[in-house]
């Protein structure tokens, strides 16, 4: 084995001007020759690698992002949401994003509906705090999404009315909020593209477990991306993005026609995120 070719390699970057790119640039060529180094990588093996990724861009278009989900099922994705989130204790832990977030949806008041669906009715309540003091947030913004009991968000189902299961919505004085809902389904990543062939030549499938997202933004503190993940859901210990952590897994508690989610959001001061 010879390391001097992973330095010439890392070398040929010494007049990199910009200090970040080169530390990205040369870590990565670094961490690639040990990959191929640890598994002897042959060269019909790697001839697959590089079409598995054409494959994947060639599946990227203005909609779908091949790339991501390629991130997402690699756990690349949660990773950095764990290297970029803040490690306060008491701050409520982020979650991914994921594609089907959408801008523009009409704010509603206190105790709104954002059903349009058939589905097993839900009451979603609490409070929105500072981390540290755990004062109450007045005035945060909440915008929260999720699938239709048929496993699709609204956007990717043309027979769901626009805005369907879709809320925005501002805490009160006391940092309150409060909004009904019905209960969301677990749901496949897309799985007809290269990174859906992965999963099943790996033996892996393809569920995330069903959840609501949450992007909470107040002035003055860190924007929080999350999600809740439903306790009862099959997938619940084997996201196939690996986006669930145990302080976001939340219970479903039975209430007169249906079920009642009381759930807190605590917020990291600007300052100190
Ligand atoms: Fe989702």
Same mark, same amino acid.
């Given at each position: 084995m010879n390391e001097s070719l992973t330095h010439n390699v890392t070398e040929?970057? @010494?007049?990199?001007?910009?200090a970040r790119t080169k530390e990205i640039v040369t870590a990565l060529v670094r961490h690639l020759h040990a990959f191929a180094r640890e598994v002897n990588l042959t060269h019909d093996e790697w001839r697959q690698g590089i079409e598995f990724l054409t494959a994947t861009g060639k599946k990227c278009d203005g909609i779908r992002q091949e790339f991501i989900l390629l991130s997402d099922t690699l756990g690349l994705s949660i990773v950095l949401d764990d290297i970029n989130?803040?490690?306060?204790?008491?701050a409520t832990e982020s979650s991914l994003l994921g594609p089907f977030y959408r801008d523009g949806v009409k704010e509603s008041g206190f @105790?709104?509906?954002?059903?349009q669906s058939e589905g097993e009715p839900v009451f979603f309540h609490g409070a929105v705090r500072d981390?540290?003091?755990g004062k109450p947030v007045a005035n945060a913004l909440i915008e929260v999404w999720q699938t239709a009991p048929n496993g699709m968000y609204e956007g990717q189902d043309? $027979?769901?009315?626009? @805005?369907?299961l879709r809320g925005r919505f501002r805490t009160n004085a006391d940092g309150a909020y409060a909004f009904h809902s019905i209960k969301p389904t677990s749901y496949p990543i897309p799985t007809d593209g290269p990174v859906g062939q992965m999963l099943v030549a790996t033996g892996r499938h393809p569920m995330r477990p069903a959840h609501i997202h949450f992007r909470i933004d107040a002035p003055g503190y860190a924007q929080l991306t999350t999600a809740l993940y439903s306790a $009862?859901?099959?997938?619940v210990n084997s996201d196939a993005v690996f986006g669930v952590k145990p302080s976001l897994v939340i219970e479903y508690a039975p209430r007169e026609n249906g079920y009642d989610v009381a759930r807190d959001f605590t917020l990291i001061a600007k300052e100190r995120a």
């Amino acid at each position: 084995m010879n390391e001097s070719l992973t330095h010439n390699v890392t070398e040929a970057f @010494g007049a990199c001007a910009d200090a970040r790119t080169k530390e990205i640039v040369t870590a990565l060529v670094r961490h690639l020759h040990a990959f191929a180094r640890e598994v002897n990588l042959t060269h019909d093996e790697w001839r697959q690698g590089i079409e598995f990724l054409t494959a994947t861009g060639k599946k990227c278009d203005g909609i779908r992002q091949e790339f991501i989900l390629l991130s997402d099922t690699l756990g690349l994705s949660i990773v950095l949401d764990d290297i970029n989130q803040h490690h306060e204790e008491a701050a409520t832990e982020s979650s991914l994003l994921g594609p089907f977030y959408r801008d523009g949806v009409k704010e509603s008041g206190f @105790g709104a509906n954002i059903a349009q669906s058939e589905g097993e009715p839900v009451f979603f309540h609490g409070a929105v705090r500072d981390a540290t003091s755990g004062k109450p947030v007045a005035n945060a913004l909440i915008e929260v999404w999720q699938t239709a009991p048929n496993g699709m968000y609204e956007g990717q189902d043309p $027979d769901q009315p626009e @805005g369907n299961l879709r809320g925005r919505f501002r805490t009160n004085a006391d940092g309150a909020y409060a909004f009904h809902s019905i209960k969301p389904t677990s749901y496949p990543i897309p799985t007809d593209g290269p990174v859906g062939q992965m999963l099943v030549a790996t033996g892996r499938h393809p569920m995330r477990p069903a959840h609501i997202h949450f992007r909470i933004d107040a002035p003055g503190y860190a924007q929080l991306t999350t999600a809740l993940y439903s306790a $009862d859901d099959p997938y619940v210990n084997s996201d196939a993005v690996f986006g669930v952590k145990p302080s976001l897994v939340i219970e479903y508690a039975p209430r007169e026609n249906g079920y009642d989610v009381a759930r807190d959001f605590t917020l990291i001061a600007k300052e100190r995120a």
